[in-house]
């Protein structure tokens, strides 16, 4: 009986005790609100202040995220601070005493999260004044990027008292700021004054313009800044201050390669006496050129000048020596790609083609190409009628003909008794697949332009914005044989007539020449003539 009822005690206090047991439950919706602050010690508006402690008070646990980098304190100071998290109170400590008679801003950005699921607290701000005012001069606007017109999200924006000598690239700024995802900012409680502002997509992160990969913007003159709000549109590109340099060379049989330090945009090559042009092109790379002998030149001293696209330009005095042993080509040839869709190369009948050879050529017959279908049909491609060689001798350019109403793989057929190498033995080439979509030809897009500028440029740009075609002070403009796709036009203007678009100074004196970017993308259809685009500038 005792055995019983102490089984059945301990089974009561067993069951009891499951029941008092208290466990979260699992699952449930996602706490998504953010940490809100109660109260801060000094408060917001807060005059005369004397603390090295700023203390602030949350509805809920927080801990900080990443804050010594997303904390922004302006003006900036160089005073270190120590962070104590205390459940919800978030408290920083400073070395030394703040300025006096200054406003101060606290901008904690994304540094601050709850702890269970590190939602942020944003927009938190907190003002205060070690003085006996709070300044109230602002200044807002927006951060676009020069050549496209597009936002600058999270870009820097900086500002420097006029009459100090330091700049971004010498220091951190005294007040900054950071633009949003639509590339706007905004100063609030900043010191009447003049100052100094720049743009900066900073890409270490150490608030300095050091790196010219970095893209920046700014404003020749000093900005006045008071109590009523102005808006300021900076606009940032590229500073590029350094000339291109040859950094390797290389000899082959027929031509005599250079590879620069970054892109080159144009180049031209003379012999030494400056009588003969040495014929050249550049690779894929845009880093690369190639020289090539020629009737007048088989190697000696060539003057060779490089332009980047900022404009800077060398001019190089080099040796060049074409080596001797033929049997180093690479055979064969490349097809110049010149649509690609989804990873495969398609090519439509009526669209240019390129051969790249890798050997310089002559041609000694009248049908050195041939084009074949899988349905045994075949076409003789005619020289010099329908096929040009370029001035290198390495390229071959045709009409891609249409020859079934289907769709069929086409296959090019080079004919080396005719195709023929400069120098050495002949070559075996291989066949050439091209796979063949439907043919849907090209369109045009013209417009007007109304301006008064007497010199601009307005380019056709792909969706990459890069330039497929350019027009120099044409009006009434029209961009032919365009590709069927989505285009944007730019505008640059030439504001002091020198014949070309210049970009802004690296001493900051002098900003970029303007940039119109036509609001709406253009589409251009195949066998269609797009009209009635009307800039006005």
Not at 371 to 390: F, G, M, N, R
């Amino acid at each position: 009986m005792k055995i019983v009822n102490t089984v059945l005690l301990a089974s009561t206090i067993v069951t009891l005790a499951s029941c008092a047991s208290v466990s979260s439950p699992e699952g449930g919706p996602k706490d998504t609100t953010p940490p809100t602050l109660i109260s801060s010690t000094p408060a917001d508006q807060q005059l005369n202040v004397n603390t090295r402690t700023i203390s602030l008070q949350f509805d809920e646990d927080v801990q900080q995220v990443n804050l010594q980098k997303e904390l922004l304190i302006t003006p900036y100071t160089d005073n270190k601070y120590r962070i104590k998290m205390d459940d919800e109170v978030l408290i920083l400590t400073f070395e030394k005493p703040l300025q006096d008679s200054t406003t101060y801003t606290f901008n904690f950005r994304n540094g601050i999260a709850d702890i269970k699921e590190k939602t942020v607290a944003k927009g938190l701000k907190l003002s205060f004044s070690t003085g006996t005012f709070i300044d109230t001069s602002r200044v807002a606007g927006q951060v676009v990027n020069l050549m496209t017109q597009e936002p600058e999200a999270d870009a820097i924006v900086a500002l420097y008292p006029a009459e100090d000598t330091l700049n971004i690239r010498k220091s951190r700024p005294y007040y900054q700021a950071q633009t949003n995802a639509q590339g706007e900012f905004s100063f609030e409680n900043i010191r009447e004054g003049n100052y100094r502002i720049y743009a900066l997509k900073d890409k270490n992160n150490n608030s300095l313009y050091d790196n010219e990969g970095e893209r920046i913007g700014f404003l020749k003159k000093p900005l006045t800044i008071k109590a009523d709000s102005q808006k300021v549109t900076l606009q940032t590109f590229i500073i590029d201050t350094k000339k291109p340099i040859a950094l390797q060379r290389q000899k082959l049989a027929d031509r005599f390669t250079i590879t620069y330090s970054e892109g080159i945009e144009k180049i031209n090559a003379v012999t030494a006496t400056g009588k003969d042009t040495i014929y050249y092109k550049a690779l894929p790379d845009g880093k690369t050129i190639e020289l090539f002998k020629s009737q007048n030149f088989n190697g000696g001293k060539a003057l060779v000048a490089a332009v980047d696209s900022a404009g800077n330009n060398t001019l190089d005095t080099i040796q060049v020596d074409f080596g001797q042993d033929y049997t180093q080509r690479i055979k064969g040839a490349a097809i110049k790609t010149i649509n690609t869709k989804s990873g495969n190369t398609l090519y439509r009948p009526s669209q240019k083609l390129t051969i790249e050879l890798q050997t310089q050529v002559n041609i000694k017959g009248t049908a050195p190409i041939t084009i074949q279908t899988d349905t045994a049909t075949s076409l003789a491609v005619k020289y010099p009628e329908q096929i040009s060689l370029d001035k290198t001798g390495t390229e071959l350019t045709f009409t891609i003909p249409k020859l079934a109403t289907r769709q069929a793989p086409y296959t090019i057929v080079l004919d080396s008794t005719q195709i023929v190498p400069i120098q050495g033995k002949n070559l075996s080439y291989p066949k050439l697949n091209l796979t063949i979509g439907e043919d849907k030809g090209t369109g045009s897009a013209q417009g007007t332009i109304a301006t008064t500028a007497k010199s601009f440029i307005v380019q056709l740009l792909d969706n990459n914005f890069k330039v497929v075609k350019e027009l120099r002070n044409t009006r009434n403009f029209i961009f032919r044989n365009v590709e069927p796709g989505v285009y944007n036009i730019r505008v640059l203007v030439d504001e002091n007539n020198n014949g070309k678009w210049d970009r802004g100074s690296g001493k900051f004196d002098k900003e970029p020449e303007r940039v119109y970017m036509y609001p709406n993308e253009v589409e251009i259809r195949a066998n269609w003539e797009l009209e009635d685009i009307k800039i006005e500038l």
